[in-house]
Nanobody, 125 residues
Framework: QVQLVESGGGLVQAGGSLRLSCAASGRTYRNFAMGWFRQTPGKEREFVSF????????NYADSVKGRFTISMDNDKKTVYLQMNSLKPEDTAVYYC??????????????????WGQGTQVTVSR
């Protein structure tokens, strides 16, 4: 089993920044991929970004490219999501996910079996 614990959410004004963290513990693997998804009430969970532990390849949703940066600390088994130039439409519950997604489905939440509890990000106008 893998446990994921997120932190770093909060309230920020538009244009501000936040950094989310996701610490993994338990039975992790070198070829893990860890991603961030977000969800707002009444909408489906959407992909934000992911990073592969082996090689460090990353991917971003078009809506966050150039504003968000994902990174990882292998020693701490922690993934970070630096969010800059935040917009009100970034308001959501952000979830950390982990697994071994095939590249063809790595943007889909269903490809990740392990999830954190979520952290609220609210961006005010």
């Amino acid at each position: 089993q893998v446990q994921l614990v997120e932190s770093g959410g909060g309230l920020v004004q538009a244009g501000g920044s936040l950094r989310l963290s996701c610490a993994a513990s338990g039975r992790t693997y070198r070829n893990f991929a860890m991603g961030w998804f977000r969800q707002t009430p009444g909408k489906e969970r959407e992909f934000v970004s992911f990073i592969r532990w082996s090689g460090g390849s990353t991917n971003y949703a078009d809506s966050v490219k150039g504003r968000f940066t994902i990174s990882m600390d292998n020693d701490k088994k922690t993934v970070y999501l630096q969010m800059n130039s935040l917009k009100p439409e970034d308001t959501a519950v952000y979830y950390c996910a982990a697994g071994h997604p095939d590249p063809s489905v790595e943007l889909k939440g269903s490809a990740y079996p392990y999830w954190g509890q979520g952290t609220q990000v609210t961006v005010s106008r």
